[in-house]
């Protein structure tokens, strides 16, 4: 059954890489610019543009040589290497804004959130003045816009705020939704990404409305259970509730991969990335006050197949060193180099709150381990997780 009179808001931060960039940088707002990985690192795709690049054509995954030749002649693009630590903290602080509406608040990546605030709107008007503080309050204090989407479900609220951008409010109720959406493109409901499109386009279902009138038994054979959804989504029937911004979907992984500077074929390089992965998991790991039992590794040849492998330790860890130790380790008994190595990744899973070390562990040694990390963590807080390495990642590129 559905719920009657929700107010739910769909809040998305706009070009959000690009605007904080803007944000710290006001000299380059008027200029096309794109967020990229490290272009040294071989990562140069574009992961963010503003809407002046947009304008050009410039696309998320496009190469920057790519962005650049779709710029004007004369025209410079201003290209910045992502800082994820800087967006995260500008995120969080936009998330304090949110919460001082209501409880209910459920993130959607970085740079996306649901809003409850039942509890304090009594109908659209409301809602609808509701979302407009929140805009102008994130404009004013934060220096970014937000597009808001309201509605009476997270489907149609995360719809309303992708139909209308920059720093705009869209209203989609139970009485206009038939003629503000059924006629859109089925891609842009929540959940269907290019394969559904395809298979729905297969089946002559190209609109919203389209899949809305569909058979829902039809797509139920074809897609699962996931048919039945999409089916309840175009019809505005989505039930599923904001989840508290306290009660936060429980972390089941922490990873990070990179692709290398250059080709490894010795085991130093591999070790060496290695340590610097370890670094990041670990620092990550720690800020959640988790230990973790057991490590995967990802492994990219040159020929870009890959395999990954993991292992359970014999005691739980939230050390670097730990970290790097056991994913070198699973490297030597499980991979060769009969190609060159591309990319690494580390990957830490099965978390405890509490510590569990080996009765072979030197306990001084885990005390120094633990003090170092702690004054490493300390540092990378305050200037970011890049900002101290263990020497031997200073490798030679």
């Not at 995954?61 to 693009?77: F, I, M, Q, R, W």
Request: aromatic share 8%; proline share 2%.
């Amino acid at each position: 059954m559905l719920q009657q009179n929700r107010m739910i808001l769909h809040s998305d931060l706009n070009n959000f890489y690009a605007s904080v960039e803007c944000l710290i940088n006001p000299k380059i707002k008027d200029s096309p610019v794109v967020v990229v990985g490290d272009v040294e690192k071989r990562r140069g795709v574009v992961l963010a543009k503003n809407y002046i690049a947009k304008s050009y054509g410039i696309s998320t995954g496009d190469t920057v040589y790519e962005a650049e030749n779709k710029c004007p002649s004369g025209v410079k693009l201003v290209r910045c290497t992502a800082r994820h630590h800087i967006y995260e903290k500008i995120s969080k602080r936009v998330q304090d804004i949110y919460l001082r509406y209501t409880d209910y608040v459920e993130m959607f990546g970085i740079d996306e959130a649901w809003l409850d605030i039942s509890k304090i709107a009594r109908d659209y008007k409301e809602a609808c003045e509701i979302a407009e503080m929140i805009r102008c309050e994130v404009k004013e204090k934060i220096g970014i816009t937000v597009s808001i989407g309201v509605s009476y479900n997270k489907i149609f609220a995360k719809l309303g705020s992708d139909l209308k951008k920059p720093d705009a409010i869209t209203l989609i109720t139970q009485g206009n939704f038939r003629d503000r959406i059924w006629g859109l493109n089925v891609n842009n409901l929540l959940m269907v990404g290019r394969a559904t499109n395809k298979k729905l386009e297969k089946m002559s279902i190209r609109t919203i409305g389209d899949l809305a009138k569909a058979d829902p038994d039809m797509l139920t054979k074809y897609f699962g259970v996931n048919g039945k959804k999409l089916w309840l989504f175009a019809n505005g029937l989505d039930n599923s509730p904001v989840k508290l911004y306290a009660n936060r979907d429980e972390i089941k992984s922490i990873g990070n991969s990179t692709t290398c500077p250059r080709d490894l074929n010795n085991i130093k390089d591999v070790s060496a990335v290695f340590y610097s992965l370890a670094e990041q998991v670990a620092y990550r790991l720690r800020k959640e006050n988790m230990y973790c039992k057991e490590i995967q590794i990802m492994v990219r040849y040159s020929d870009m197949s890959s395999v990954e492998h993991q292992c359970k330790l014999p005691y739980s860890t939230d050390t670097s060193k730990d970290i790097a130790t056991n994913a070198l380790s699973l490297f030597n008994r499980t991979c060769d180099f009969h190609l060159p190595i591309r990319a690494l990744g580390i990957r830490l899973k099965d978390f405890s709150e509490q510590l569990q070390t080996s009765i072979l562990d030197g306990g001084v040694d885990i005390a120094k381990q633990e003090k170092l990390d702690c004054i490493c963590d300390s540092i990378r807080h305050k200037y970011g997780e890049g900002a101290i390495l263990r020497c031997n990642n200073m490798w030679n590129e």
